[in-house]
C-alpha cells in the first residue's frame, strides 16, 4: 500500500491548511515508527516498513502526480490524502474514485495514475467572505480549527492504519464519515 500525503514542502507552508495531507502523513509515520527520508535528488520524502510506503511529494501540490507514476506499481493500493474546502475543520471523508472535484494536486495525481485510488480528506472549511481561495489554503489555522485538524488527521491516520491492516474499506469509511 502506498499513501500520498500532499502539500507544499519548505517552512513557508508548514502548518498551512493546504498541508493536512503532509500533516498526516507524518502523524502517521510517528505512530508506525517510520521515518520519511528524502533521498538524493529525489523529488520527495519516503517511509516505508514492510508493503506500507508513505510519500510526500516535494513538487508543490499542483504537481504532486509528477513523482508518482516513478513509484506507484500496477494493481498496487494506493491512498491520497488532501485538504477539502467543503469540509468544515475536523470533518474528513473518505471515498474510492471518483474526479478531482477542482483540486489541482488530485488532478495531477489522476493524470498521472488514473482515478482509481482510495482519497482521505481533511476539512479546512471554506474562505472568509473577501478571502481568495489560494489566500485561504495557504493561510494557518486559528487556534480553534487548528485543534479540530490535529483531532482529524489522527483520525485519517487511524484509518488508513485499519485500511492497512485489512479492514474493509466499507466499514472504515463509514466510521470515518459519520
Known amino acids: 500500500m502506498i499513501v500520498f500525503g ?12 493546504h498541508n493536512a495531507g503532509f500533516e498526516t ?5 510517528a505512530r508506525k515508527g517510520m521515518k520519511l527520508r528524502k533521498r538524493c535528488l529525489r523529488l520527495y520524502r519516503k517511509a516505508v516498513l514492510d508493503d506500507l510506503t508513505l510519500v ?3 513538487t508543490f501540490m499542483n504537481s504532486s502526480g509528477k513523482i508518482a507514476g516513478d513509484i506507484v506499481r500496477t494493481g498496487e ?16 471523508r473518505i471515498k474510492r474514485g471518483g474526479s478531482s472535484a477542482g483540486h ?5 495525481m489522476i493524470a498521472a495514475i488514473g482515478s482509481d485510488f ?20 495557504l493561510s494557518r489555522y486559528n487556534d480553534e480549527d487548528r485543534k479540530l485538524v490535529d ?17 474493509a474499506f466499507e466499514r472504515v469509511a463509514q ?3 459519520s
Open 6 to 17: 500532499l502539500g507544499n514542502p519548505g517552512a513557508k507552508y508548514s502548518g498551512t491548511r
Open 25 to 29: 502523513v507524518e502523524k502517521l509515520a
Open 56 to 58: 510526500e511529494p516535494l
Open 77 to 92: 493500493p494506493v491512498i491520497v490524502i488532501v485538504d477539502q474546502m467543503d469540509l468544515p475543520p475536523g470533518k474528513i
Open 104 to 108: 489541482n494536486g488530485l488532478k495531477s
Open 118 to 137: 482510495i482519497r482521505v480528506y481533511i476539512g479546512i472549511g471554506r474562505p472568509s467572505e473577501g478571502v481568495s481561495v489560494i489566500d485561504h489554503v
Open 151 to 167: 483531532e482529524a488527521e489522527e483520525r485519517a491516520a487511524d484509518a488508513i492504519i485499519s485500511l492497512y491492516e485489512g479492514e
Open 175 to 177: 466510521r470515518a464519515n
